[in-house]
Antibody, heavy 121, light 108 residues
Framework: QVQLQESGPGLVKPSQTLSLTCTVS??????????CSWIRQHPGKGLEWIGY???????YYNPSLKSRATISLDTSKNHFSLKLTSVTAADTAMYFC?????????????WGRGTLVTVSS | ESVLTQSPGTLSLSPGERATLSCRAS???????LAWYQQKPGQAPRLLIY???NRATGIPDRFSGSGSGTDFTLTISRLEPEDFAVYYC?????????FGQGTKVESK
């Protein structure tokens, strides 16, 4: 059974870099079977897709983040990571990692439980 | 960029009743690019429907999806207590994955 688990600091200071990791168990992210994504949800609000990475290293980001997001992969640890630079209070949100099947990368079939990140001094 | 608008914002129903949720896209999309999710408080969203009408693994058959073009519907035939939650539609289009703002199904 494939499972995703987010981890990282729950509190980040304004202007600093938010760093989160998603550890995948039950499947290998280097198999080419999945696109690995990050999605966030502002408190009490809807969902915003941040970006994805494929096992080849190909990445794609939501332009709304204005190049502040970087997603990377560590196949030896079977995890992928998100870095978001120059954070502000507007980046306070629940951050989810999620996967899309490579054969059907139009929807997110599996999600982690999420991790809350608060941006505050 | 196509925008998804869900209606109503909140649906107040009783267990056993039928729920009909709407998702309208500002531009026509292929049905394969439309999905529905359920989110309960404090939990991650769960995939219910993909390709507009295909139930995901383990999803009860009281959930069904339909629609095409710009108008899509999620129907819950008979609400069970565990179905009270927020439901989101999601599309893929123009190299972006975007979500509707959600419909909350609450117990009357």
């Amino acid at each position: 059974q494939v499972q995703l688990q987010e981890s990282g600091p729950g509190l980040v200071k304004p202007s600093q870099t938010l760093s989160l990791t998603c550890t995948v168990s039950g499947a290998s992210i280097s198999s080419g079977g999945y696109y690995c994504s990050w999605i966030r949800q502002h408190p009490g609000k809807g969902l915003e897709w941040i970006g994805y990475i494929y096992y080849s290293g190909t990445t794609y980001y939501n332009p709304s983040l204005k190049s502040r997001a970087t997603i990377s992969l560590d196949t030896s640890k079977n995890h992928f990571s998100l870095k978001l630079t120059s954070v502000t209070a507007a980046d306070t949100a629940m951050y989810f990692c999620a996967t899309m099947l490579a054969t059907n990368r139009w929807y997110f079939d599996l999600w982690g439980r999420g991790t809350l990140v608060t941006v505050s001094s | 960029e196509s925008v998804l608008t869900q209606s109503p914002g909140t649906l107040s129903l009783s267990p056993g009743e039928r729920a009909t949720l709407s998702c309208r896209a500002s531009q026509s999309i292929s049905s394969i690019f439309l999905a529905w999710y359920q989110q309960k408080p404090g939990q991650a969203p769960r995939l219910l429907i993909y390709g507009a009408s295909n139930r995901a693994t383990g999803i009860p058959d009281r959930f069904s999806g339909s629609g095409s073009g710009t108008d899509f519907t999620l129907t819950i035939s008979r609400l069970e207590p565990e179905d009270f939650a927020v439901y989101y539609c999601q599309q893929y289009g123009s190299s972006l994955w975007t979500f509707g703002q959600g419909t909350k199904v609450e117990s009357k």
